[in-house]
């Protein structure tokens, strides 16, 4: 990792907690901190799964109970198991907490402004810029890939709104039945695995990799949701599943795909992918591709 860049990181988050005032205890000249005013924004007025609002924030169990203890003594916020699992806890705004969060969204207005106002027009265009790229970049950086069972209720979910997609979008829709599509046991070490990615602990894509023995690896139901589209996935599934192919000793990745999905085709020849002649009778494939991978490097 280059040193000047890890500087220059360092360098802003600095500036930005300064700027923000995420270093008072008295967050936006109110009574708490900048943690609990960040769980008042997150709570919506149909209430929170405890458990989904730490995943959302990526904070500790105990952090979170201590905050939602605060708010709750303040008369903000209300917590409460579920009736049918104990378990599950559910926090809601009171009239009281949908007040101050009122006044946290508009002294958070005032303080934009105040970032904004000091700078002439041209300045407040590319500050703005800069900070929807620094935002879209560090989403991206939140997501993470992780091998599944590809019958766990996520890769379920994700394979579900992929073929929905492929409905609305392929000229004679889709239908799974026809499709040459792997079998679970397919997608399962040793002969094969399959990557669900989550943002904030939500699922928003999935990739499965066929590892047939003697035989070219193949990638197959890739699919980013439409929301985490933009930051990059689609290429970080390709190179996460041709590092998984190389390791199992594969000289060899092969796709196919549908002409309607124009922007994978144009993501797989960017990744180095040639087309080539068919190699399977996918009735809903189109274009065939094949990448030449290298050995893995040497330990």
């Not at 960040?38 to 990526?58: A, H, M, N, S, Y």
């Not at 203890?69 to 916020?77: F, I």
């Not at 979910?157 to 499709?179: H, I, K, V, W």
């Amino acid at each position: 990792m280059d040193a000047t860049q890890i500087g220059q990181v360092r360098r802003f988050n600095r500036t930005v907690t300064e700027r923000v005032g995420a270093l008072q205890d008295h967050y936006l000249g109110r009574d708490r901190p900048i943690g609990e005013a960040r769980l008042l924004w997150e709570i919506d007025d149909r209430g929170q799964d405890v458990r989904r609002l730490r995943e959302r924030l990526g904070l500790d169990s105990g952090y979170v109970s201590r905050l939602l203890r605060s708010l709750e003594a303040a008369g903000l916020v209300t917590v409460e198991p579920q009736p049918r699992d104990r378990r599950v806890r559910t926090v809601r705004l009171t009239d009281a907490g949908r007040a101050e969060r009122a006044v946290l969204d508009g002294r958070s207005d005032e303080l934009a402004g105040s970032m904004l106002e000091p700078l002439s027009p041209a300045q407040r265009s590319r500050l703005v810029a800069a900070m929807a790229e620094v935002d879209r970049l560090l989403t991206a950086a939140t997501v993470v890939l992780d091998a599944v069972d590809p019958d766990s209720p996520n890769a379920r979910d994700c394979l579900r709104s992929y073929f929905t997609e492929l409905q609305e979008r392929f000229d004679n829709g889709f239908d799974p039945a026809r499709s040459l599509l792997p079998d679970a046991g397919e997608l399962r070490p040793p002969h094969g695995l399959f990557l669900v990615a989550r943002m904030q602990g939500e699922p928003i894509g999935c990739a499965g990799l066929k590892l047939p023995a003697g035989a070219p690896a193949e990638i197959k139901r890739m699919w980013v949701a439409p929301r985490a589209r933009g930051l990059g996935l689609g290429r970080r599934f390709l190179g996460e599943l041709e590092k998984r192919a190389v390791r199992h000793g594969c000289g060899l990745l092969r796709l196919d795909t549908n002409k309607a999905l124009d922007a994978a085709i144009g993501l797989y020849h960017s990744a180095g992918f040639e087309e080539v002649p068919a190699f399977n009778d996918e009735p809903y494939a189109h274009h065939w591709f094949e990448k030449r991978i290298g050995a893995p490097a040497p330990e």
